[in-house]
């Protein structure tokens, strides 16, 4: 079993940046498709981005596309999200994601097995 904890979170002023951590035990990360998906109040979860296991492939969501970057530290066992340009439409929690899917939507939020609690980002105007 996996367990993914996230944390970064935080306020931020518009334009500004973050960086969130998930920091993995129970599992190396490096067998795992990681994913980063984000709810913002009164709304449904939604993809952010995805780093394939085999590091042959990211996807980004057109919405973050060339402000947020994700990486991750296999010998620490942590996925990054770096959020730069932020706006105020980027409020939500974000939150962390592990799976061994394959296919086309290998980053589908069906094909994860295994979710972290979240962490909230507030940005102001």
């Known amino acids: 079993q996996v367990q993914l904890v996230e944390s970064g979170g935080g306020l931020v002023q518009a334009g500004g940046s973050l960086r969130l951590s998930c920091v993995a035990s129970?599992?190396?990360?490096?067998?795992?498709?990681m994913a980063w998906f984000r709810q913002a109040p009164g709304k449904s979860r939604e993809f952010v981005a995805a780093?394939?296991?085999?590091?042959?492939?990211?996807v980004f969501a057109n919405s973050v596309k060339g402000r947020f970057t994700i990486s991750r530290d296999n010998a620490k066992n942590t996925v990054y999200l770096q959020l730069n340009s932020l706006k105020p439409e980027d409020t939500a929690v974000y939150y962390c994601?592990?799976?061994?899917?394959?296919?086309?939507?290998?980053?589908?939020?069906?094909?994860?097995?295994?979710w972290g609690k979240g962490t909230l980002v507030t940005v102001s105007s």
């Open positions: 994601a592990a799976g061994r899917g394959t296919g086309v939507i290998w980053y589908n939020s069906n094909y994860m097995d295994y």
């Open positions: 129970g599992g190396t990360i490096s067998s795992y498709n």
């Open positions: 780093d394939r296991w085999s590091g042959t492939s990211t």
